[in-house]
């Protein structure tokens, strides 16, 4: 099976912060993030393409935000996660610049 995925994700647990245009502030912990996209638990549940504003940090000092469109929504039922939607969005330009440490 071929993997569609245009850019390499990178596993990384940081807060972000999500808002859209009739939700401000929601909080969720992102799962993994690549220049094209991020997934992220959230208690918040998202709609397929619906538009989210992103702010996160993924480099000491260098604080990020972007938008784009969920294009995917599941709920994670293990006991363990208080976050228990996941949400996948990909963002509306690529993070050219995306630097994890």
Do not use: W
Not at 40 to 53: C, R
């Amino acid at each position: 099976m071929d993997d569609r995925r245009r850019y390499t994700r990178h596993t990384i647990q940081v807060p972000v912060n999500v808002s859209t245009s009739v939700r401000r502030d929601r909080v969720g912990m992102i799962r993994d993030v690549s220049q094209g996209g991020i997934l992220f638990h959230s208690l918040s549940k998202f709609e397929i393409g619906e538009h989210v504003a992103l702010m996160f940090k993924l480099a000491k000092d260098r604080p990020g935000s972007t938008g784009g469109h969920v294009v995917r929504v599941d709920t994670d039922d293990h006991p363990d996660n208080i976050f228990r939607f996941l949400t996948a969005v990909r963002f509306d330009a690529p993070l050219l610049d995306l630097e994890v440490t």
